[in-house]
């Protein structure tokens, strides 16, 4: 809810709208993940929507989010109304380094040392353009479920063993992602760079793809109230 938290509201005002715990974070249920991750999403997606019996639904996605809206389209297409995603995961950059920076970061957040907040703020300042932008109350927010025991046990993006096997989904056949797309991207993406959204672009006949300046990763928080206004005016027309 903390990413999404300047979005619902007005995403709810004429749609329903849900805000997943994917399992492994927040109060969903912690699992070690085995098989490849956007694979292990997509099926839990499709099983949410299943449940709740809504035929298809917009989703919108940023980051892992992304990564498993799209894996859901590519394997549940009738789940799938139409696609936002930000700076989604599964994507290869042609000009920067990968892991970038801001992976790296998440990637080791869990350390060692133990994680406190002076790792969670280098760690979130990977995430926005802006830092002074970021309150402590939110920062405290995310750290204390970040320390949660199971939340770092389970914790399926962290270096070794157990993590699960992560996919490229840029080499998936996404031409025959037929679904209306919007890909968001900000412009100073340190965490999947926005390169990688020309690539999505490219092969995905009916995606547009948007750049949003002076903005990093959280796209829907940085820059809301644009983001809202696209969002629900691509999700209504």
């Not at 920076?101 to 080791?108: A, H, R, Y």
């Not at 133990?114 to 939110?138: C, E, G, H, N, W």
């Not at 206004?229 to 999700?235: D, E, R, S, Y």
Request: include cysteine; aromatic fraction near 10%.
């Amino acid at each position: 809810m903390s990413n999404f938290s300047k979005n619902m509201d007005v995403f709810g005002k004429n749609h329903r709208a849900i805000a997943i715990d994917l399992p492994c974070y927040g109060q969903s249920t912690k699992l070690k993940i085995t098989e490849p991750l956007w694979s292990f999403y997509a099926k839990a997606l499709s099983g949410f929507i299943d449940a709740l019996g809504l035929g298809k639904a917009h989703l919108v996605g940023n980051s892992l989010g992304g990564a498993a809206s799209l894996k859901t389209a590519i394997d549940f297409p009738g789940h799938v109304a139409k696609l936002v995603l930000m700076g989604p995961g599964g994507g290869y950059s042609l000009f920067e380094k990968s892991p970038s920076d801001g992976i790296l970061s998440l990637l080791t957040f869990y350390g060692p040392p133990t994680p406190d907040m002076a790792r969670m703020k280098q760690f979130i300042r990977y995430l926005v353009y802006d830092p002074s932008t970021l309150t402590d109350d939110l920062l405290q927010e995310r750290l204390d479920r970040a320390l949660d025991p199971e939340t770092a046990e389970f914790m399926p993006l962290r270096l070794g063993p157990n993590m699960p096997p992560i996919t490229e989904l840029w080499r998936e056949r996404l031409d025959q992602v037929q679904h209306e797309t919007l890909i968001i991207w900000g412009r100073e993406d340190r965490v999947n760079p926005m390169d990688q959204g020309f690539i999505l672009a490219r092969q995905m006949p009916n995606a547009r793809f948007l750049i949003m300046p002076k903005c990093g990763h959280w796209a829907q928080w940085e820059k809301a109230e644009e983001f809202n206004q696209l969002v629900t005016g691509f999700i209504d027309q």
